[in-house]
């Protein structure tokens, strides 16, 4: 591989991005990811860190080779990197994201897929797609709501101002702030902790936060039924059918009074007009094709949707 590296060394793993300067991702790269994480989960590595080479972690997208890409071109190449995320979340072992300088963007999303961020006192974290006039096209800002709040994610989306290491600890996105010179210290001796931990109840314990994700999907928003369905959160989600029954869902369950804020409701078919912003199978204007939503029958327009995943 050319811009990703993989180094295993007994326990610990280590994906490097190496494309100086900045390793802006770029279509090589994007694939190149997606392999070093089948390698890593293909191993007996238990934990891993996600690095990047030179002075910056990532400068996010190598937009550069997007211009005059037809539309059609650039959502697979797009889905590419989606995908390599997808594999990132869903590895059964901890994994850490040691970030310097700038973390930008995509880089940024690469960052939050991973369970922990540990950052030298250099690092800034940026999401400067505002100003490209395009959202964050991995799901950054549901990843940043998950872990700082609605109010939070939307401050550092929409403003695109950078923010230093130690704000975003103080805001509970950064695990941990050290110096710069401290950093790869601070992170071997994490890794070798997880490492040595119980992979077995590290994994059940992300098994757990993947039920708690399906399910506040599935009880905040209509589900694509599609296998796989790639929506806003980056997340594959599972099928409505293969979830646990859920008390908030059930229509055949009345609710519980408990007030105007945070009372149950009971599910209702949703009409057939529905729109589906979140789903990003389609580009805007087009209509679903083979992404249905629950309750609603025929295709079903997305007006705002973006390349997450490849077309079904």
């Known amino acids: 591989m050319d811009y990703v590296s993989v180094v295993i ?11 100086p300067p900045g390793n802006r991702i770029n279509f090589q ?10 390698r890593v989960a293909a191993g007996t590595a238990r934990a891993l860190l996600v690095t990047g080479a030179g002075e910056d972690f990532c400068l996010g997208g190598d937009a550069r080779q997007w211009v005059d890409v037809p539309v059609e071109k650039l959502r ?30 995509g880089g940024f999303e690469l960052a939050l897929s991973c369970d922990l961020i540990l950052a030298g006192e250099s690092a800034r974290f940026v999401f400067p ?41 103080d805001w509970n996105i950064v695990t941990n702030v050290v110096p710069d010179p401290e950093l790869d210290a601070e992170a ?3 890794a070798d902790r997880l490492g040595h931990g119980p992979t077995a109840t590290y994994a059940a314990t992300k098994d757990l ?8 999907a599935m009880r905040h928003g209509p589900a694509c039924t599609t296998s796989p369905c790639r929506c806003s959160s980056g997340r594959t989600y599972r099928q409505p059918s293969a979830q646990p029954p859920s008390p908030w869902t059930q229509a055949s369950r009345s609710p519980r009074p408990r007030g105007r804020i945070g009372r149950p409701r009971r599910a209702e078919p949703l009409p057939s007009s529905t729109a589906a912003p979140w789903c990003l199978l389609t580009a805007p204007g087009e209509t679903g094709r083979g992404c249905s939503i629950a309750g609603v029958a025929g295709p079903v327009r997305a007006p705002a949707c973006v390349p997450r995943g490849p077309a079904l």
């Open 76 to 105: 697979p190449k797009i889905a590419v990197f989606a995908e390599a995320l997808h594999k990132l979340e869903q590895l059964r072992i901890p994994t850490i994201a040691v970030v310097q300088g700038t973390c930008a963007g």
């Open 129 to 169: 797609e505002a100003f490209l006039g395009i959202m964050t096209l991995q799901g950054g800002i549901v990843q940043l709501a998950e872990r700082v709040g609605r109010a939070r994610a939307i401050e550092l989306v929409m403003t695109g101002e950078p923010q230093p290491a130690r704000r975003l600890a």
């Open 29 to 38: 790269m994007r694939e190149e990811l997606g392999q070093a994480v089948d």
């Open 9 to 19: 060394d007994q326990e610990v793993a280590r994906i490097t991005l190496d494309a």
């Open 188 to 190: 071997a001796a994490w």
């Open 209 to 216: 936060l993947e039920i708690w994700r399906s399910e506040a």
